[in-house]
């Protein structure tokens, strides 16, 4: 704090509230010289116990700070705050405006760098118990905000990260920002992590240091003063997880024999180049399906499940506005003749759930395949079913070569299947990336990748190109 941006002009509010569907969070309000502050916070008691050592201060006749809006006391107080403690601020201000799914993946990050933040030499009695701890109570505001204290099962791992965490200021050095960045780059046995998973958890930490900077806790955000080696694009889509028209069919016609109902699931990303989650969450309204012919998919939504301990409403999972596109805005897909047929045939022999969904859960717990549900199916066919019948499909359709392989390795590789043969088959790019949604630039790095056995073919077709005529 500077002598020249001191004032004594200090007014304090009452607590807001702002209630949410599933949380209530707190927000302690007052001004210093006209100028407006204010700190939220996921219970009504650490709202209240910040507005008493606000009024304690100025009580005690301490001057306030203009830029910050705080009193020396509160001041020196914040520059000795912990990682632990400002990570999880951050995700407390962050948690109204961050989808389920981001909440989740967030807090992985969080997850990471915490264990790594923590004082020299020290070492947590039990790393999965904290881990479990963090990701679920500390960086959970939803789980915070229904209870005033941790679960037993958390309530070691919170006291010893609490008394353990470094100070935040240690951020402030180049060493601290890089001792973070490296552990966010390798996996718990060591190992480089995935591209992906970096960049997720490179967010989180972005963010944690923006948001430190806005509080005034450390005096800048030195991420960009740290080089790391450049990695081959990780977004190009790898040739040999992408399945030909043959070996395709071959996995549709297991998944038929394995689990009919989900048939129609797997040909819409194969045909139609969905992503799972926008198959998942079909409708029968979505839908023309001529006789005959080609028809057309009308994408709405996708349905993306993070968890129960991360959604508003306490359920698995929510729908969400396609992927790059606004809230409200529908993306219209073809349906190729295979693709109606199937759904057309699903439609026929399974029918719908609740609001004409057509991929739902239609078994529960219990036995080897589950106890059948009776209808109405209330809910969105549950991932693991997805990718358990997936799994079950390469073992019967592929080779053990192939099997063992990349190849098809999850449900996702058929929409990459899809729209590298609509590239192939020499649809406009343009064309294609409208049906895809994406933008052609994404287009063409991502999914510019050859089918699967068709090198040779290229091959003979480049020799067939350059022959040279012998009459001439």
């Keep these: 704090m500077t002598n020249d941006a001191l004032s004594y002009?200090?007014?304090?509010?009452?607590?807001?509230?702002?209630?949410?569907?599933k949380v209530t969070n707190y927000r302690t309000r007052w001004s210093v010289n006209g100028e407006r502050f204010g700190e939220p916070f996921a219970t009504r008691k650490?709202?209240?116990?910040?507005?008493?050592?606000?009024?304690?201060?100025?009580?005690?006749?301490?001057?306030?700070?203009?830029?910050?809006?705080?009193?020396?006391?509160?001041?020196?107080?914040?520059?000795?705050?912990?990682?632990?403690?400002?990570?999880?601020?951050?995700?407390?201000?962050?948690?109204?405006?961050?989808?389920?799914?981001?909440?989740?993946?967030?807090?992985?990050?969080?997850?990471?760098?915490?264990?790594?933040?923590?004082?020299?030499?020290?070492t947590p009695p039990d790393d999965r118990a904290l881990r479990q701890a963090l990701k679920y109570w500390e960086f959970n505001t939803a789980a915070r905000t229904t209870a005033d204290d941790p679960p037993d099962e958390h309530r070691e791992a919170v006291r010893w990260i609490s008394e353990n965490s470094r100070p935040v200021s240690y951020l402030n050095e180049l060493d601290g920002v890089k001792a973070a960045i490296d552990a966010l780059s390798r996996k718990l046995d060591g190992s480089k992590a995935a591209k992906s998973t970096i960049a997720r958890k490179r967010a989180a930490l972005s963010g944690v240091l923006n948001f430190a900077v806005e509080r005034?806790?450390?005096e800048k955000n030195l991420m960009s003063h740290v080089r790391t080696p450049r990695r081959p694009n990780a977004d190009a889509i790898d040739p040999g997880v992408v399945v030909n028209p043959d070996q395709a069919r071959a996995l549709l016609d297991a998944v038929l024999t394995i689990d009919p109902t989900l048939h129609a699931l797997f040909a819409a990303s194969y045909y139609a180049g969905l992503r799972p989650a926008e198959a998942r969450n079909l409708r029968e309204g979505d839908l023309k399906l001529p006789e005959a012919g080609w028809g057309e998919i009308i994408l709405r939504k996708g349905y993306q499940e993070s968890g129960s301990a991360w959604t508003d409403d306490g359920k698995r999972g929510e729908e969400r506005g396609l992927k790059h596109r606004d809230e409200d805005t529908t993306r219209p897909v073809p349906a190729h003749p295979d693709l109606v047929k199937a759904l057309r045939r699903h439609l026929d022999e399974h029918g719908t759930g609740v609001e004409g969904r057509l991929f739902v859960t239609r078994v529960g717990r219990g036995g080897k395949g589950g106890v059948p549900l009776p209808p109405p199916y209330q809910n969105p066919v549950n991932q693991k079913t997805v990718y358990r019948a997936w799994e079950s499909a390469r073992a019967e359709a592929l080779k053990p070569r192939q099997y063992a392989s990349a190849l098809a390795r999850t449900p996702y590789d058929l929409r990459h299947a899809c729209v590298s043969t609509w590239l192939s088959a020499g649809v406009d790019a343009t064309q294609v990336a409208k049906w895809a949604g994406h933008s052609v630039a994404v287009l063409l790095r991502v999914y510019a990748a050859c089918l699967d056995d068709t090198e040779n073919a290229a091959k003979a077709r480049i020799e067939q190109a350059m022959k040279t005529d012998p009459d001439a």
């Design 9 to 21: 002009d200090v007014r304090i509010y009452k607590i807001e509230t702002r209630k949410r569907t």
């Design 216 to 218: 005034d806790y450390l």
């Design 46 to 122: 650490l709202a209240e116990s910040y507005r008493s050592a606000l009024q304690q201060a100025a009580s005690r006749g301490e001057a306030f700070d203009t830029r910050s809006g705080l009193p020396r006391s509160l001041g020196v107080a914040r520059a000795g705050r912990t990682w632990v403690e400002v990570a999880r601020e951050f995700i407390d201000d962050r948690w109204e405006d961050f989808a389920p799914r981001h909440r989740k993946s967030t807090a992985e990050g969080l997850v990471t760098l915490t264990c790594a933040l923590v004082k020299e030499g020290k």
